[in-house]
């Protein structure tokens, strides 16, 4: 049985920072490619960063560079999102996602809330 559980979410004020953590289980977590993603009210979900398999290559939105960072701990089998410089537009549901080839499963999401 798969599973994602993500934690690390909550309230700070703009200009703070979050470390945001995934822990998976009943996968082979060396083998996937790890994203996060996140959902603002009313909006669609949309990828923030992930972390490729093997040599960890990474990618970020354009909103998020230079602020947020993406890394992984296969000996822990865990993915983390070091989260900088908080805006009051990061305000959302941060999800992490496992994916290998046709096979993606989600975790349940963790809130974050930037405001003063």
């Known amino acids: 049985q798969v599973q994602l559980v993500e934690s690390g979410g909550g309230l700070v004020q703009p200009g703070g920072s979050l470390r945001l953590s995934c822990a998976a289980s009943g996968v082979t977590f060396s083998s996937y490619t790890m994203s996060w993603y996140r959902q603002a009210p009313g909006k669609e979900r949309e990828l923030v960063a992930y972390i490729r398999s093997g040599g960890g290559g990474t990618n970020y939105a354009d909103s998020v560079k230079g602020r947020f960072t993406i890394s992984r701990d296969n000996a822990k089998n865990t993915v983390y999102l070091q989260m900088n410089s908080l805006k009051p537009e990061d305000t959302a549901v941060y999800y992490c996602?496992?994916?290998?080839?046709?096979?993606?499963?989600w975790g349940q999401g963790t809130q974050v809330t930037v405001s003063s």
């Open positions: 996602k496992a994916a290998w080839y046709i096979n993606s499963y």
